[in-house]
């Protein structure tokens, strides 16, 4: 404002000082302080023009920082906004990282403990059927053995029957058993061959509680043998029933036609069906002979 006063009162000399130079000579006194009053007023026009227009442009230079500076604020809180945005992006994503790993090391932990208890599990069952197995085999093992002493016996008995027994035992005699089911639910059958022909047979089976055991003997005191081919039958005692026998190659069948079951096995009913024994192997064919005591 005094720059600007100064500049008036300046502008104002020199006008009034421009007006007297160039005024003619002929001019009176009072033409003269007109003149220069007019210079003056004009001077004080151009001043405060001049002044208007500092004014202008001072309040446009501060309207213009103002702006510059809000705008420079607006970016640094959008930056900030921005900056923070990104921060709690980077949080919630390693938040979801964490969870997930979390998940996946539950997840793991759990496979590993089914895993191993699944393979636990296993491993008892595979030792339960392995002591079943073992259990299983040595009851079979004891019932061949039972059957085989029996044929043993009878042949051993056979030998001691004078020149008779004598004359068998230089015979081709041939033994073999076989074995079908569990320990509670099987049947077994042991046969002796002398020249190739049937001469023995022990039968054995068990449904617990109960057990069945026939024995017949070719020339026996409890049996009556006929022989047709390939075909024998055996009458039990009594007529309690009667047993045929094929057989094929190395291949006996034994065909249960009603046998008492009272006298042989002590419960009531007849038994029927065929059991096969095959030479070399230890296992019976059974059909029908274990179905019941209704049977």
Request: proline share 1%; charged share 30%.
């Amino acid at each position: 404002m005094k720059r600007s006063i100064i500049v008036c009162c300046v502008l104002t000399l020199g006008c009034a000082g421009n007006a007297l130079a160039s005024a003619p000579q002929s001019l009176t006194i009072k033409e003269i302080k007109a003149a220069s009053a007019k210079a003056a007023a004009d001077a004080r026009i151009e001043a405060a023009q001049l002044s208007r227009a500092q004014d202008r442009a001072v309040a446009s230079y501060k309207r213009y920082q103002a702006r510059g500076a809000a705008e420079a604020k607006r970016d640094q809180a959008n930056a900030a906004a921005a900056q923070a945005k990104a921060a709690e992006k980077t949080k919630q994503e390693a938040h979801a990282l964490a969870r997930a790993y979390d998940r996946a090391v539950a997840s793991h932990k759990r496979d590993v403990s089914q895993r191993l208890a699944a393979e636990k599990l296993a491993q008892e069952k595979a030792a339960a059927a392995a002591s079943r197995a073992a259990k299983f085999a040595k009851v079979e093992a004891a019932a061949l053995a039972t059957v085989q002493d029996r044929v043993v016996a009878y042949y051993r008995r056979s030998i001691g029957k004078g020149d008779a027994g004598l004359a068998m035992a230089v015979k081709r005699i041939e033994r073999f058993a076989c074995f079908t089911g569990i320990e509670d639910r099987h049947a077994r059958i042991g046969v002796q061959l002398v020249d190739g022909k049937i001469d023995y047979f022990a039968y054995y089976s068990k449904w617990k509680p109960r057990t069945c055991s026939i024995a017949a003997e070719r020339n026996g005191p409890y049996s009556r043998w006929e022989d047709n081919g390939a075909t024998s039958k055996v009458v039990l005692v009594d007529d309690k029933g009667v047993f045929t026998i094929d057989r094929k190659g190395g291949t006996f069948r034994f065909v249960f036609h009603d046998i008492d079951r009272m006298r042989y096995c002590g419960m009531s009913g007849k038994i029927n069906g065929s059991l096969t024994v095959v030479r070399g192997k230890s296992k019976c064919i059974v059909e029908g002979v274990m179905d019941g005591p209704e049977g």
